[in-house]
């Protein structure tokens, strides 16, 4: 079945610190793939997505890369502010059924991410 | 504002009692989903909707029963069968092939 793994947190960076969150995922088919974004006590919030392998999905100053070769989707950022602290999920949704349509979504376990003055 | 929204947003219950989580979205999608998050676990899928009075289990639907009697709701009921159902509830919605789903807020479940 679908996977995704992505690194242990928590992370801890100072403010204007380069962040990556590494995530690799297995998948049969061609698989979209999405990083949420997690504020304590409320719910997901989408980041950003890739639908298709080289595709560069990019919000907020965030970035990952769809990349088909090493299965991977790595989150980055160059210069990291305290309200970037959150939890990250990667995550890659599949089509349910042949007819249905809708989307399965397969979650990391979430990479926390705390940043600090 | 189009969006989705779940009550309550905390919910005390206490052994032995069925709950009711409530879902509603205003989005015009076809698709619903109820996810449990636990610490350290991620999101595990518990039944979803692709249509109105039609719903399959997901990966951990033991315990949980839901209902699709309009497009708009989806509500969850956690039943007694549930052996540990202190959770994060988190129901969301997406139109239909390939595309990313929407979350509400949460309703944080606490068995006392």
């Known amino acids: 079945g679908n996977s995704v793994t992505q690194m242990e947190g928590p992370v801890t960076l100072s403010e204007e610190a380069f962040l990556t969150i590494n995530c690799t995922y297995t998948a049969t088919g061609y698989p979209s793939l999405f990083w949420y974004v997690q504020y304590p006590g409320e719910g997901l919030q989408l980041l950003l997505k890739a639908t298709k392998a080289d595709d560069k999905g990019s919000n907020k100053g965030f970035e990952a890369t769809y990349r088909k070769e090493t299965t991977s989707f790595h989150l980055e950022k160059g210069s990291v502010q305290v309200s970037d602290s959150a939890v990250y999920f990667c995550a890659l949704s599949d089509l349910i059924g042949v007819t249905g349509g809708g989307n399965k979504l397969t979650f990391g376990t979430g990479t926390q991410l705390k940043v600090e003055l | 504002d189009g969006g989705i929204t779940q009550s309550p947003k905390y919910l005390f219950r206490k052994e032995g009692q069925n709950v009711t989580l409530s879902c509603e979205q205003n989005?015009?999608?076809?698709?619903m989903y109820w996810y449990r998050q636990d610490p350290g676990q991620g999101l595990r899928l518990i039944y979803y909707s692709q249509i109105v009075n039609d719903f399959q289990k997901g990966d951990i639907a033991e315990g949980y029963s839901v209902s699709r009697e309009k497009k708009e709701s989806f509500p969850l009921t956690v039943t007694s069968a549930q052996k540990n159902p202190t959770a994060f509830y988190l129901c969301a919605s997406s139109p239909l092939i390939r595309a990313e789903a929407f979350f509400g807020q949460g309703t944080r479940l606490t068995v006392v």
């Open positions: 989005l015009n999608h076809d698709a």
